[in-house]
């Protein structure tokens, strides 16, 4: 027996519940379906930097989709607290970048893109050890707490209708006439209207295995990114701060996160002893009170490596029903509102807000 849907996803993720919202928010029936449980893998494990990691050395696709998705996070974070009762705990407590040998690059991108700055006063940077080079102030960079922000989607998801399949992995996808015919699991079938493919790191073996007739260019895999958790209290640091490649982010609970390693160890998320010590240096060295505070916290996650950090988002070039968002690397929560808006306005044929092309999906070159 088949049971037949509306829009499957396959992954609970950031960039998975967020395309539910938009396609529900059309009137689309969602289901989602996650090997685990919503949220509990790269989306979880961030920072929650609402701004890549010096975006002015970035493919600008990159920057189109944070900047609009800047715009979206703060009315997205008062819905979804006002809907669940669960703050996300969006806070636009401003960033601090100590290191800009590349300040002319910098000052372009942020009046490109009409970001505000200004050159770091003293104040802000005396609580730092850092060798300081144009210290860059972005006083309205905001973030998100990954675990939070997911956890009040999924309740809101749940309050709008959107179905879950959780602990469920998908065995087989059949494809008859350039159309998703059937999608099988363990003990049952699926028919789907379209099927989104959202699965991360793991999407490009998803993809390979499940699909092998039907190759496209997918160049994503696992990126792991360790990190610690220091039990701070609120006064120790009001912003978050970017030394080199990694970052203190200053819970609203005073709480401070340190990150992040960028290791190529396959679906490895085992957290390392040399990870930690380097991190509790970086972040004890950078901000000397720090060592007043246990670490209350170490965990790794799997990022969805892509070329360039540029997702892929669209439409499958050769199965009609079939769509792609993923490989957005260290940015899902950064990219992820404008990116679930583009993918739901491809498939329901709306006008994008942003330019696709960059982010389309193409067949895999022949071997």
């Not at 998908?170 to 959202?198: C, F, G, M, P, W």
């Not at 509790?280 to 950078?286: N, P, S």
């Amino acid at each position: 027996m088949t049971t037949h849907l509306d829009i499957l996803i396959i992954g609970g993720g950031i960039s998975g519940l967020l395309a539910a919202r938009e396609l529900r928010l059309a009137g689309r029936d969602v289901t989602i379906l996650d090997k685990s449980k919503p949220g509990q893998e790269s989306s979880w494990a961030g920072g929650g930097i609402l701004l890549p990691i010096y975006p002015w050395r970035q493919a600008a696709a990159i920057s189109e989709l944070a900047v609009n998705s800047l715009k979206k996070y703060p009315a997205l974070s008062q819905e979804l607290l006002a809907a669940t009762g669960i703050d996300p705990e969006w806070y636009d407590c401003g960033m601090l970048i100590c290191k800009n040998p590349d300040y002319e690059q910098a000052i372009q991108w942020c009046e490109h893109y009409r970001i505000d700055y200004q050159p770091a006063a003293t104040g802000l940077t005396e609580p730092f050890t850092s060798d300081l080079d144009q210290p860059l102030w972005l006083p309205e960079i905001a973030q998100a707490r990954n675990p939070r922000l997911l956890k009040s989607l999924h309740a809101y998801l749940v309050q709008v209708g959107v179905q879950f399949l959780d602990t469920t992995e998908v065995h087989k996808i059949r494809v008859a006439n350039h159309q998703v015919e059937s999608i099988e699991t363990a003990d049952r079938t699926y028919s789907a209207q379209h099927l989104i493919v959202s699965a991360g790191a793991w999407t490009t073996d998803l993809m390979q295995d499940l699909l092998p007739d039907w190759p496209i260019d997918l160049q994503i895999r696992p990126v792991r990114g360790q990190m610690l958790l220091f039990d701070a209290t609120p006064a120790t640091l009001p912003y978050m701060v970017l030394d080199g490649d990694q970052y203190l982010i200053p819970r609203r609970d005073g709480k401070i996160l340190a990150g992040s390693t960028v290791e190529q160890a396959g679906f490895n998320k085992i957290t390392t002893e040399d990870a930690k010590q380097q991190l509790y240096q970086f972040a004890t060295e950078l901000l000397p009170a720090l060592k007043n505070y246990p670490v209350c916290h170490h965990w790794a996650g799997l990022r969805p490596g892509s070329p360039q950090g540029i997702p892929s988002i669209g439409r499958h070039p050769d199965i009609e029903n079939l769509s792609i968002n993923a490989g957005h690397f260290r940015n899902g929560l950064v990219m992820g509102p404008a990116s679930a808006k583009l993918l739901a306005d491809l498939i329901l044929h709306r006008p994008t807000e942003i330019d696709p092309t960059p982010y389309s999906l193409t067949r895999a070159s022949a071997p």
